[in-house]
Structure formats: C-alpha cells, structure tokens
C-alpha cells in the first residue's frame, strides 16, 4: 500500500500538483509526551470542574428542592451506595453488555456491506435508497415492534442498538469506500493485488476514518436508544435505574445515571475510538510518530 501512495505521489509530483504538506509530528521525548497528555486532559477536566463548582455553590445557596435537582453532596453517596450493595455495577454490566453485543453484530454486518457497495455501482443503486430510509428509523423508533418480536429483556434491546449503529456505519463505509481514488484502486491492482491484498491494504484503511464517524455517532443513537429501551423493555439497565428512581423522585440516582452514561461515553470515545481514528491517519501517511 506504501508503494500505490508513493506512486501517487510521485505522479502528482510530476504533473506539477499541489506540494505536499508537512507531516505534523506528536512530541519528541517522553517527557513532552507525558506533559502533552497532562496538558490535554486537564483542558479536557476543565469545563466540568467549573460545572461540578457551581452545583456545589448554587444549589445549596438557592436551596433548591432535592427532589427538583439534588446537591452534590447527596449525588455523590448515592454512588457509594450504589458501588457498595452492587446495584449500580450491576446496571452498568448489563447496559454496557447490551451495547458490546448490539454494536458488535452491526459492525460484523455492516462494514462488508458498505464495501460491497463502494465498489460495486449496482448494489449500491439498489440498496441506498431503502438505506437513507431506516437511518431515520434507527434507534428508539424499533422499540415497540422490538418488544412484540423479542419480548422484554435482552433480545430486545439489543436489537435497537444495532438497528442504532447497523444503518449508520453501513452508509459511512459505503461514503468511506466512494472518496478513495480510482488512480489508487487501480495502481494496487497494477502492482498485483488481489482481491484479499485489495480489500486489506486499500479499501478498508481507506474507509476506516469514516468507519470510525459512522461507529461515534451510531454508538451516540445507541447510547439514547439503549436508555430509552431500558427504560421500557427491562429490569436492570442503567435506563431502568433512572426510570424508577422518577417513581420515588430520587433526583440523586437520576444524577447519578445521567453522570455514568456521559462517562461511560466518554471513556469510550478517548480510549479507543479517538486512538484508532489516530492509528488510521498514521497509516495513512497524514501523521508521522516521533
């Protein structure tokens, strides 16, 4: 694959193409590595310090009614009671669990079926209409015929998140597979690659960056989806803890649900999908390692 981008550019070179710009480089030493990723992360804290500090303040000086909007304070030991009777560790496995198979089935059955319509103009034809239409419908709007088919519990549920992210990754890898180059499609194929060298070393490299989209912003409907599912078609979930924390208006678990689910997100957007979309512009020869 080096090669067919070496040759490109050596090509564009030639025909007197745009220069090509500077690779930017990550930090030298390790020293200014770990002081590049402390910078980072306490940047990224900051905002939510600041918030964390103005609920700590405003609420008690508005005394503001707890079952209204809980104080800090009240949000806090729900957690620990919640980590310490197992409850809340219990809802946090069986969400995140719900989420790992959903987004697993759609991306096994996704991806091969955005590339097969990258490359092939029929399929394609064929199956982006029906595609643009249940995009809208992923998500939420599948959960009362989810519950009729599946019945309330797993099946259900997980069947939501992966009409959620199926849908969206499936039409980013086909939008993924259309921006490579045919001069680059073709030079692989001069160079001898075969169909597996072809499929491995040019098409999904070069649709990973909108692969790694389509997974962010489908796992963000999955996310919405799954709560909303819990909240109607189980009885364990972090859905079902805020949903029957309303009934007994304890603010401090619906907080405190609301908090794990952005941190769950979170986390998982910084650890492994900012790193792999990263991962991909290195291979792609757009960001170069010290």
């Not at 998500?139 to 309330?152: D, E, N, R, T, V």
């Not at 001069?190 to 649709?207: D, H, I, K, N």
């Amino acid at each position: 694959m080096q090669q067919v981008l070496g040759l490109q550019r050596s090509r564009l070179s030639r025909r007197g193409g745009p220069p090509e710009q500077p690779a930017r480089r990550f930090p030298q030493s390790e020293h200014d590595v770990m002081r590049h990723w402390l910078s980072s992360a306490l940047w990224f804290c900051a905002p939510f310090a600041v918030l964390l500090v103005l609920w700590a303040v405003l609420i008690p000086a508005f005394d503001v009614n707890p079952r209204l909007f809980p104080h800090l304070e009240s949000v806090v030991q729900a957690g620990l009671e919640g980590i310490q009777d197992g409850t809340l560790v219990r809802h946090i496995a069986a969400s995140l669990m719900r989420v790992t198979v959903g987004t697993a089935l759609a991306l096994v059955l996704a991806i091969p079926l955005g590339i097969a319509m990258g490359v092939s103009p029929a399929v394609s034809g064929f199956l982006t209409p029906p595609l643009r239409f249940f995009s809208v419908l992923a998500g939420i709007a599948w959960i009362p015929l989810a519950s009729l088919w599946f019945g309330y519990g797993f099946g259900a549920i997980t069947f939501v998140i992966f009409n959620a992210v199926f849908f969206i990754v499936t039409y980013n890898t086909l939008l993924g597979v259309s921006t490579i180059p045919l001069q680059v499609r073709n030079a692989a194929a001069s160079l001898g690659a075969g169909r597996w060298a072809m499929l491995t070393e040019v098409l999904l490299p070069g649709a990973l960056p909108n692969i790694v989209t389509g997974i962010r912003t489908g796992l963000g409907f999955a996310w919405r989806g799954l709560i909303a599912a819990e909240m109607i078609a189980t009885n364990v979930g972090l859905g079902y803890m805020l949903f029957v924390a309303r009934d007994f208006y304890k603010t401090e678990v619906i907080v405190l649900g609301m908090i794990v689910i952005g941190v769950l997100w979170l986390l998982l957007d910084r650890l492994l999908l900012a790193p792999i979309e990263r991962a991909t512009s290195e291979r792609w020869g757009l960001v170069q390692r010290a």
